[in-house]
């Protein structure tokens, strides 16, 4: 009855989670451990040939992001036969990865498989420190919360997949304009809030179109996605954006117009350096300062100024 009633308990959480997998993992993680009194729980997620440890906490809590062969590991071996796998002791188990065990201080464990639809997204362990930790009882409570746990996370995972979809340009993987103006509204709202400074580095390719029309589309991507390489190098590569064609964005926060026009120039000659379609193909920028207008004012003063140095280029 206990047990059952800490099955609904964690349920009840898992729902309330709101569809974020790291606290959805995190909570799994952590009720199993205390229903199982285990020394460890531990949600591991299937990335292509490894097992790598999503949530970690108790004696496992050090080893977050451990990660695991699939053809080589008692989790690996539930998610590839799509069973609970018990091992009473490591030591004599051939099943296990005996470096990780002993690694994490797993002497005993439970791997229960999560499933969601027709795929297993990955496992709930738990561990202990000492040989034949586990009874029945553990297996099948912890067999009650797998079908639950691996639905809500493949739910989790299929929102946050579809939250990254739409704020991210599928071509750069850079955010796109509607995380752009989202972003640039939250910047603008915290340099008002804390009298930080704000640039906006606003920029587009020269000699893009040729590429296009000569080398073909195909090698006119290539630049594209070499040239957001480019960006994500910079020290505010999470503030990177391609607002559509060949024109990009980059938003500095506590960053005054001349440290911006800094960066702005060296990114201009690492492009400029840059063997992309084996074509010359250079940026112009504009560059602006939050001032007392608000988020369209800078925008606009940044675009006033790339315009500016595009009319010059081409005089």
Known sequence: HARLLAVVRVQNEV?????????????VAERAMQITEADAGVVEVVEGEEMVYG?????????RDLRLRVDSSLSGRAVTEGRIMVCEDASADPRVDAAACMRVGAMSMI???????????????????RAHAFCDEDVTTLALLSGVIGAHLGHAAEYERRMHESRHDPLTDLGNRRAYDERLAREVARSRRYGHALSLVLLDLD?????????????GDEVLRRVASLLRGTRAADQCFRLGGDEFALLLPDTRLEGAELVASRLAERVAGAPLAGREVTISYGVAELGEGGREAL????????LAQKRQRQA
Do not use: Q, W, Y
Request: aromatic letters at 4%.
């Open 15 to 27: 729902a309330a989670s709101a569809l974020d997998a790291d606290e959805l993992m995190r909570v």
């Open 55 to 63: 949530a970690a906490c108790g004696t496992a809590a050090g080893h």
């Open 111 to 129: 791997c229960v498989p999560l499933p969601h639809r027709d795929t297993i997204t990955g496992v709930l362990k738990v561990f202990c420190s």
């Open 207 to 219: 000699g893009f179109k040729a590429v296009n029309d000569v080398e073909g589309h195909p090698a």
């Open 299 to 306: 925008h606009g003063d940044a675009d006033a100024r790339l």
